[in-house]
């Protein structure tokens, strides 16, 4: 089942208190398809954050990318989901030309969770827009 759209998310997130915000992206989170075992290697590990993140990507048949991603936190996995609703599915080209962070902007995660929670965001845009760029 595919994320729901960033515009969706953020109508919703903009009307939630900051515990709601909290259970939104944990319901994220659950949404992303499971990740095999064999790909959580340090290979496919973000560097940076508190908890464990792995970002895989494939690509589809028509060469769009579509990552698989998956964190040991439930927070982290729901900003881990975010993250990848800016860009899954997408051309190489367009992801690489997204401003990622200024499309997750309007969900202030620096003001709604702890820096250790959002240290590693940079890490996994990096790593999303590096891949993109290298198969544009």
């Known amino acids: 089942m ?12 903009e009307l939630l208190e900051a515990e709601e915000r909290y259970r939104l992206l944990i319901d994220l ?17 973000v560097r940076g954050c508190s908890a464990s993140v792995w970002v ?10 579509h990552f ?10 729901g900003i881990v989901a975010l993250v990848l609703s800016t860009v899954q599915d997408r051309a190489p080209a367009d992801i690489a030309a997204t401003d990622i962070t200024a499309e997750l902007e309007p969900f202030d995660l620096s003001r709604q ?3 250790n929670r959002t240290q590693g965001i940079p890490n996994m845009i990096a790593l ?8 544009a």
Do not use: C, F
Request: aromatic content about 4%; cysteine-free.
């Open 128 to 135: 999303v827009q590096d891949t993109a760029k290298r198969l």
């Open 29 to 45: 989170g659950r949404e992303l398809e499971p990740m095999p075992d064999a790909l959580k290697t340090d290979a496919t590990k």
């Open 2 to 13: 595919p994320l729901p759209s960033l515009s969706d998310l953020r109508d919703d997130y």
């Open 56 to 65: 895989y990507p494939t690509r589809l048949e028509d060469g769009r990318l």
């Open 113 to 115: 969770l702890s820096s």
């Open 68 to 77: 698989l991603a998956d964190s040991n936190a439930a927070i982290t996995k």
